[in-house]
């Protein structure tokens, strides 16, 4: 009976120990879930490094870690800190430029050993002229500086900015970190499947995956909706089975798509702010703030005055902030316009109305940046066969198409119209970005995808879904 005693003791002392365990976890879990939401934080000229940005554990996607997902990266580290990340000895070379160079490099010397024209080369420096006066101006608090009228006050209105969330989720931390301090709701739309030409692919949910451990501090302010391309009968599949539709299809389903960000903003009051955009088009927080200040339109804003949009233009650049177009704004969004006006209008009508009343004035900055395709080479592959790609379902992409992106990207010669040069020295950049410099170096300039941080593994599923529609071209 002795021996009973002790095995029974030891099986209840486990069971307790077992129990308070389950409770402490639960407790942890409870206090997290209900945790007060993180306090706004107030418009800061000064840099923000103290915010960290964590990364998915390898071993559970859903954990925080500081080491990147990828095994290809092991020496990256994704956090915002302002003592130097340790990269490769050959990814080193690339940031040190950014640490060391604080004034703008022309390149003329560059330029011309490259045999590049006079012409082109003046061309090119009045660009960067341009991009520096810009730089030289960007923080100033006034109205007039931003092209908008009245004295600088608070107007005692709301922004409400709204954007359709992809699987490029790096640009949506660099936008969260832009224009989080001054914007009051962020209104975020999600996709189901992919909608290349009508062809729809079941894609992750890359937002609603990795909310809770990425994007959390920013929770106070986000209205997510999830949405499906399901209400245009001539552009769904047949039987499960992808037909070439109509070649409006990705356009109705954009159309439809955008116009349900509306959804967000059912309290907007008529003199609040509307802003539409796409993830790539982000406006600056200083041009914002001006916006909460400054009179924008002062006839749509006059009770009852004529509805239209004010269009942001925003410096053009592809790939990365190095590669520019030769435009003082290479870009016309995002658009934005009142309260009482994206009632009577559709979000889809502020931004893509293109009748001659609109499209010849309203038109300020450049105020913002348009990050077109600020991706690896491997997803700008992706993107081809997943949007804004012409040809079939069923075409099967070749290893030349790889090196051709390789080419462009690395050269940025994909057009006539633009160039490289040092977007670090000569042109106001987003905080985070000119806070941190060495995390977010793929998006100054041209970094193999060996170097490229792939935290949230969006590479891994593009190249599942990529891998089974290559050709056998060796």
Not at 109 to 134: F, T, V
Not at 152 to 172: N, T
Not at 185 to 197: C, D, G, N, P, S
Request: with cysteine; hydrophobic share 35%; aromatic share 12%.
């Amino acid at each position: 009976w002795i021996a009973c005693a002790v095995i029974t003791a030891l099986v209840v002392f486990h069971f307790a120990v077992s129990v308070n365990k389950l409770i402490g976890v639960h407790q942890r879990n409870l206090q997290h879930i209900l945790s007060p939401p993180h306090e706004e934080t107030s418009f800061d000229d000064s840099p923000r490094a103290e915010n960290v940005i964590t990364a998915p554990s390898s071993t559970n996607p859903d954990a925080s870690s500081s080491i990147s997902v990828s095994s290809r990266q092991q020496h990256h580290t994704f956090i915002q800190h302002p003592d130097p990340v340790r990269p490769s000895a050959r990814a080193a070379e690339i940031p040190a430029k950014l640490v060391a160079n604080r004034t703008c490099d022309f390149r003329i010397d560059q330029y011309r050993a490259q045999g590049l024209p006079q012409s082109r080369i003046e061309s090119q420096k009045k660009i960067i002229e341009g991009r520096l006066r810009e730089k030289e101006t960007w923080f100033d608090k006034s109205c007039s500086r931003w092209g908008l009228s009245g004295e600088w006050k608070d107007r005692g209105r709301k922004i409400y900015y709204s954007i359709m969330v992809a699987a490029e989720l790096q640009l949506l931390l660099v936008l969260l970190e832009e224009i989080y301090p001054v914007v009051d709701v962020l209104i975020f739309q999600e996709a189901k499947h992919t909608w290349r030409m009508g062809y729809m692919e079941e894609k992750e949910m890359f937002f609603a995956k990795y909310n809770f451990s990425h994007f959390q501090k920013y929770a106070p302010k986000i209205r997510y909706f999830d949405y499906d391309f399901d209400w245009i009968e001539e552009c769904q599949p047949k039987n499960g089975v992808p037909e070439f539709p109509t070649p409006r299809c990705k356009w109705l389903q954009q159309w439809h798509a955008r116009n349900q960000l509306a959804r967000g903003a059912t309290d907007i009051e008529d003199h609040d702010i509307f802003v539409v955009a796409d993830l790539d088009e982000m406006i600056s927080r200083e041009f914002l703030l001006a916006t909460k200040h400054c009179i924008v339109h002062e006839e749509m804003e006059q009770p009852g005055g004529k509805c239209t949009k004010v269009t942001v233009r925003t410096f053009g650049h592809k790939y990365n902030f190095e590669c520019t177009a030769m435009n003082p704004a290479g870009h016309f969004h995002p658009d934005l316009t009142t309260g009482r006006c994206m009632r009577d209008l559709g979000p889809e009508e502020v931004r893509m109305y293109y009748g001659s009343e609109w499209n010849n004035q309203n038109k300020l900055g450049p105020a913002g940046w348009h990050m077109h395709s600020f991706l690896s080479n491997y997803f700008l592959l992706f993107k081809q066969f997943s949007r804004s790609g012409p040809t079939g379902f069923n075409r099967k992409w070749r290893t030349k198409e790889f090196e051709d992106i390789v080419r462009m990207k690395r050269d940025c010669t994909e057009f006539a119209n633009i160039f490289k040069y040092d977007a670090w020295g000569c042109m106001p950049l987003p905080h985070t970005i000119r806070d941190n410099p060495l995390v977010w170096r793929h998006f100054v300039e041209y970094v193999d995808d060996e170097y490229t941080p792939d935290p949230f593994g969006v590479e891994a599923w593009a190249q599942a879904l990529l891998n089974p529609k290559r050709a056998d071209d060796g």
